[in-house]
């Protein structure tokens, strides 16, 4: 699919700077041939479980569903320890951020999730970066560096209907609108939205994030610690690049 936007691209990958924002899948397909890297933003979980991973200087391999043995025979050809489930008892690395927190430098962590990693790799050859509220600010200076004088693509994840339809997800608008403040650069209507969303919405991002769906989901399961994790904006200056098939630190 190749979208126009106001004559900001020409055939093809997009030649100037600017700045387009797609949600979820679609989004990807959209936006990947147009622009010269894509930045996945999974706020609950996937890109603050990678952010604070790799910056602990893991390499996190994503992982595109939880069906069990097929990750684990990923892993196992990775020489990476694949996550347990969220409920895993015993104190294992899972898409739980807070499980991450002490994950060991030089770790292979094989993270499953049927949203932010399967986005990950649905990118074809165009640079993938992975972004949140956490590293909001490197995240766009590390996309601006790599597309140089090219156009960046945002892509909100959104969540999942139970029938794999998209839920937009206002943590990921905030998150996409926060990396596209940042960079401060040209925006499409729709990039131009979320930036607008995270600048009115800054003041209380964790209030908002606590009370909307997704956080409310996670609290309400006891995962309240990985909403506060996620919440904890410009906390990291990592940005994780996506390069022989895991994230790392760009």
């Given at each position: 699919?190749?979208?126009?936007?106001?004559?900001?691209?020409?055939?093809?990958?997009c030649?100037?700077e600017a700045?387009?924002?797609?949600?979820?899948?679609?989004?990807?397909?959209a936006?990947?041939?147009?622009?010269?890297?894509?930045?996945?933003?999974?706020v609950?979980?996937?890109s603050?479980?990678?952010?604070?991973?790799?910056?602990?200087?893991?390499?996190?391999?994503?992982?595109?569903?939880?069906?069990r043995?097929?990750?684990q025979?990923?892993?196992?050809?990775?020489?990476?320890?694949?996550?347990?489930?969220?409920?895993?008892?015993?104190?294992?690395?899972?898409?739980?951020?807070?499980?991450?927190?002490?994950i060991?430098?030089?770790?292979?962590?094989?993270?499953?999730?049927?949203?932010?990693?399967?986005?990950?790799?649905?990118?074809?050859?165009?640079?993938?970066?992975?972004?949140?509220?956490?590293?909001?600010?490197?995240?766009?200076?590390?996309?601006?560096?790599?597309?140089?004088?090219?156009?960046?693509?945002?892509?909100?994840?959104?969540?999942?209907?139970?029938?794999?339809?998209?839920?937009?997800?206002?943590?990921?608008?905030?998150?996409?609108?926060?990396?596209?403040?940042?960079?401060?650069?040209?925006?499409?209507?729709?990039?131009?939205v979320?930036?607008?969303?995270?600048?009115?919405?800054?003041?209380d991002?964790?209030?908002?994030?606590?009370?909307?769906?997704?956080?409310?989901?996670?609290?309400?399961?006891?995962?309240s610690?990985?909403v506060?994790?996620?919440?904890?904006a410009?906390?990291?200056?990592?940005?994780?690049?996506?390069?022989?098939?895991?994230?790392?630190?760009?």
């Amino acid at each position: 699919m190749q979208l126009s936007y106001g004559g900001m691209c020409e055939v093809g990958r997009c030649r100037v700077e600017a700045v387009l924002a797609e949600w979820g899948m679609a989004g990807i397909e959209a936006l990947r041939e147009q622009v010269s890297v894509l930045v996945i933003v999974d706020v609950l979980s996937f890109s603050t479980a990678v952010d604070v991973a790799v910056s602990r200087g893991a390499a996190v391999f994503p992982f595109p569903t939880g069906e069990r043995n097929a990750a684990q025979a990923a892993a196992d050809r990775a020489g990476a320890v694949l996550a347990q489930p969220r409920r895993a008892a015993g104190g294992q690395f899972s898409l739980s951020p807070i499980s991450l927190r002490s994950i060991p430098a030089g770790t292979k962590l094989m993270l499953p999730s049927p949203n932010g990693a399967r986005l990950s790799l649905a990118c074809g050859g165009t640079p993938v970066i992975a972004g949140c509220l956490r590293n909001a600010a490197a995240v766009a200076q590390a996309a601006h560096k790599m597309a140089g004088s090219g156009t960046i693509g945002v892509i909100p994840a959104g969540e999942l209907w139970p029938d794999g339809s998209l839920r937009p997800a206002i943590e990921d608008l905030l998150g996409a609108g926060a990396i596209i403040h940042h960079l401060a650069l040209p925006c499409s209507p729709e990039a131009q939205v979320a930036c607008r969303a995270f600048r009115s919405a800054v003041d209380d991002l964790s209030g908002l994030i606590r009370t909307s769906a997704s956080g409310r989901e996670l609290m309400d399961r006891g995962f309240s610690g990985d909403v506060d994790i996620a919440v904890e904006a410009e906390s990291s200056t990592c940005a994780p690049l996506l390069s022989g098939g895991a994230y790392r630190a760009a």
